[in-house]
Nanobody, 124 residues
């Protein structure tokens, strides 16, 4: 089992940057695929980015490709989401999630553990 705690959210102007962090408990962090999802008010939770267990493969939603970067540090049990060129439509609660599967998925149902979320608000 793993517990996830996100941090780094906040209020930023359009065009600005933020870096989200997700710290995981336990000694098996490197055995989990990690993902970031977001949910805006009145909308369904959507995939943002995911990273393989080794960090060698990354996947992005089209809406954030080229602006967001997911990375992980298995020695620190932490996954990051660097967000550049933020837009008002990026406003949402951002969640990190852990998946025990071997392959990377963009489907929220595949992820076994979730953090509590961190709010990102982008003003225009």
């Amino acid at each position: 089992q793993v517990q996830l705690v996100e941090s780094g959210g906040g209020l930023v102007q359009a065009g600005g940057s933020l870096r989200l962090s997700c710290a995981a408990s336990g000694r098996t962090f490197s055995s989990y695929v990690m993902g970031w999802f977001r949910q805006a008010p009145g909308k369904e939770r959507e995939f943002v980015a995911a990273i393989s267990r080794s960090g060698g493969n990354t996947y992005y939603a089209d809406s954030v490709k080229g602006r967001f970067t997911i990375s992980r540090d298995n020695a620190k049990n932490t996954v990051y989401l660097r967000m550049n060129s933020l837009k008002p439509e990026d406003t949402a609660v951002y969640y990190c999630a852990a998946d025990q599967s071997i392959s990377v998925s963009t489907q929220a149902e595949r992820y076994d553990y979730w953090g509590q979320g961190t709010q990102v608000t982008v003003s225009s």
